[in-house]
């Protein structure tokens, strides 16, 4: 009897208090207590495995930065396909105020393919539409002796890679130093202000020879949109003048192009006229007397 006892169904008063006070509670057992609890341990299991494996996925991105003597380092500025590259050249023929050509087009990413491009096709304009110039100007006036001058494609290229590197180092560096003395002025960095130097530059290729003054606005005015948000933290006095100089520079560049690769030819290329000797009437008697005589 005891063993039949201990098998019968018993009433706990607390439980039976519990029903009492809650009747829409549902029961559950310990079956149903251990299923949700199982669960949640293979649900966690899970969610480790997956951060386990973004943690993988996130080491194996973050690889070591490569020296800066290294190919790869260098790979990664060159790294834009077609439509960014026409976006930022369209940027930089084309700015207007109010909008930054750093935070619109570059969007912390900056190349130096188109730049280095840039540069390189305008000194190659330079120098051909140089020597074009003075083609022209030996059919108009035949007198003019033309020989091919090689050295320009030379001076071109010194000085529009050398405009484009240390004009926005020596802007860089001054930028940089104004910001440890007003910490509120804001900066970029080095790659981008080539970036910027660089995209202005393409307005002079198809207006070199027509349109300088229009391309000089047009290039100037992006520059100065670009170094506006930058530089306007800074006391109007500096600003004023830091931007008079990148316009300034920039002028000189365009100016300085223009009278030495579009110049007239230096006298010693011009051919001489041929000289007329007038001969008095004396000179003709003396020389025809001899004749006279021996007749």
Not at 1 to 29: R, W
Not at 33 to 60: F, I, M, R, W
Not at 251 to 262: E, R, T
Not at 285 to 295: E, F, K, N, Q, W
């Given at each position: 009897?005891?063993?039949?006892?201990?098998?019968?169904?018993?009433?706990?008063?607390?439980?039976?208090?519990?029903?009492?006070?809650?009747?829409?509670?549902?029961?559950?057992?310990r079956?149903?207590?251990?299923?949700?609890?199982?669960?949640?341990?293979?649900?966690?299991?899970?969610?480790?495995?997956?951060?386990?494996?973004?943690?993988?996925?996130?080491?194996?991105?973050?690889?070591?930065?490569?020296?800066?003597?290294?190919?790869?380092?260098?790979?990664?500025?060159?790294?834009?396909?077609?439509?960014?590259?026409?976006?930022?050249?369209?940027?930089?023929?084309?700015?207007?105020?109010?909008?930054?050509?750093?935070?619109?087009?570059?969007?912390?990413?900056?190349?130096?393919?188109?730049?280095?491009?840039?540069?390189?096709?305008l000194?190659?304009?330079?120098?051909?539409?140089?020597?074009?110039?003075?083609v022209?100007?030996?059919r108009?006036?035949?007198?003019?002796?033309?020989?091919p001058?090689?050295?320009?494609?030379?001076?071109?290229?010194?000085?529009?890679?050398?405009?484009?590197?240390?004009?926005?180092?020596?802007?860089?560096?001054?930028?940089r130093?104004?910001?440890?003395?007003?910490?509120?002025?804001?900066?970029?960095?080095?790659?981008?202000?080539?970036?910027?130097?660089?995209?202005?530059?393409?307005?002079?290729?198809?207006?070199?020879?027509?349109?300088?003054?229009?391309?000089?606005?047009?290039?100037?005015?992006?520059l100065?949109?670009?170094?506006?948000?930058?530089?306007?933290?800074?006391?109007?006095?500096?600003?004023?003048?830091?931007?008079?100089?990148?316009?300034?520079?920039?002028?000189?560049?365009?100016?300085?192009?223009?009278?030495?690769?579009?110049?007239?030819?230096?006298?010693?290329?011009?051919?001489?006229?041929?000289?007329?000797?007038?001969?008095?009437?004396?000179?003709l008697?003396?020389?025809?007397?001899?004749?006279?005589?021996?007749?």
């Open positions: 009897m005891a063993a039949a006892d201990e098998l019968a169904f018993h009433e706990f008063e607390e439980a039976t208090n519990l029903l009492a006070e809650t009747p829409d509670a549902a029961t559950t057992s079956s149903d207590q251990l299923t949700p609890q199982g669960h949640v341990a293979v649900g966690l299991g899970a969610e480790d495995e997956v951060e386990e494996s973004d943690k993988t996925l996130l080491l194996q991105e973050e690889k070591q930065q490569p020296g800066f003597w290294t190919f790869d380092y260098y790979q990664s500025f060159f790294d834009v396909d077609t439509s960014q590259v026409l976006d930022r050249i369209k940027g930089s023929m084309l700015p207007r105020p109010g909008h930054n050509f750093v935070r619109h087009h570059l969007r912390n990413r900056p190349d130096l393919y188109g730049p280095f491009w840039i540069c390189a096709t000194a190659f304009v330079l120098a051909v539409t140089g020597n074009l110039t003075l022209l100007a030996q108009k006036d035949p007198s003019i002796h033309y020989s001058q090689f050295h320009k494609v030379t001076v071109a290229g010194i000085t529009i890679y050398c405009y484009a590197w240390l004009v926005p180092l020596a802007l860089w560096g001054f930028l130093w104004r910001k440890g003395v007003r910490e509120r002025m804001g900066l970029y960095t080095f790659l981008e202000t080539v970036c910027v130097y660089g995209y202005s530059l393409f307005i002079f290729i198809p207006t070199v020879w027509l349109f300088g003054a229009l391309a000089l606005a047009l290039s100037a005015s992006g100065v949109f670009t170094l506006w948000p930058v530089v306007r933290e800074d006391t109007r006095l500096v600003a004023a003048v830091l931007l008079s100089a990148v316009v300034l520079l920039h002028a000189l560049l365009a100016v300085g192009c223009k009278f030495y690769f579009f110049q007239p030819l230096p006298p010693e290329h011009i051919a001489p006229p041929p000289q007329v000797i007038s001969l008095s009437p004396n000179t008697l003396a020389s025809t007397s001899p004749r006279t005589m021996v007749t």
